[in-house]
């Protein structure tokens, strides 16, 4: 779980670094967090893994976006800093949220292919009535 929020803010921080904006890199970065999270959460858990990328990747912009030092966005007021910081999180937000929402079907799906009637399950090797 703890790669689910460190690779997200190590990519906010080096596309900080490289392009003084969040892109790509903190993009493929929220993707390749939220993807092991969706691989190892309970069932139960997946209601909440499928709705922490967007809050998770707009936590981390502030935070980024505030470190990096002053924008023009920024000196502008907060609210146009915070359209701004919406702005750049919604790649990442979005890249996210369908990537970890793609593990969790396919998940289901596999979990849902020993139910049907009439063919063996994988647990018991039995057909099932």
Sequence with gaps: MS???VLPVIGAFADEL???SLGW???LTAVAGAVPAA????RAGAWWVAYAPP???LLITVVAELTAGPK???AKGATTGAVHWAIDAFPAMAAAEVALLLVLAVR???SRRGVTPGRR???SGAYRA
Excluded: E, G
Aim: contains cysteine; hydrophobic residues 50%; proline residues 4%.
């Design 25 to 27: 890199i903190f993009a």
């Design 18 to 20: 490289v392009t003084s």
């Design 121 to 123: 399950t994988r647990k």
């Design 72 to 74: 023009d966005s920024q």
């Design 3 to 5: 790669a689910a929020l």
């Design 39 to 42: 691989l190892t959460c309970s």
């Design 55 to 57: 809050p998770v990747v």
């Design 108 to 110: 289901w799906m596999r």
